[in-house]
């Protein structure tokens, strides 16, 4: 049974950081795509940063880009992203999606449960 499970949110300061970890189990971590998505509150799924099975190929949208960092052990089945410069807008609950390939492009086929951040004052 393939097991995504988030944790590391949290209420940051606006300006502050967290790290999420998304640890996993049921598959070969290190063959598949991984993402983190977000959903704010009231509003749609977004995807936020993609990283390639070995590590090497990573992707973010534009509004996180060169704030967050995505990143994986795969000696440890674990993905993470670290959140920095954190913003109001960045409130959402954090997915970890596990990829139907070894790249972020394919589609995504399992979810975690989510954990949620808070950005405020």
């Known amino acids: 049974e393939v097991q995504l499970v988030e944790s590391g949110g949290g209420l940051v300061q606006p300006g502050g950081s967290l790290r999420l970890s998304c640890s996993t189990s049921?598959?070969?971590?290190?063959?598949?795509?991984m993402s983190w998505v977000r959903q704010a509150p009231g509003k749609g799924l977004e995807w936020v940063s993609g990283i390639a099975s070995g590590g090497g190929s990573t992707t973010y949208a534009d509004s996180v880009k060169g704030r967050f960092t995505i990143s994986r052990d795969n000696a440890k089945n674990t993905l993470y992203l670290q959140m920095n410069s954190l913003k109001p807008e960045d409130t959402a609950v954090y997915y970890c999606?596990?990829?139907?390939?070894?790249?972020?492009?394919?589609?995504?086929?399992?979810w975690g449960k989510g954990t949620l951040v808070t950005a405020s004052s």
């Open positions: 049921g598959f070969t971590f290190s063959s598949y795509g």
């Open positions: 999606a596990h990829h139907r390939g070894y790249n972020w492009y394919y589609g995504m086929e399992y």
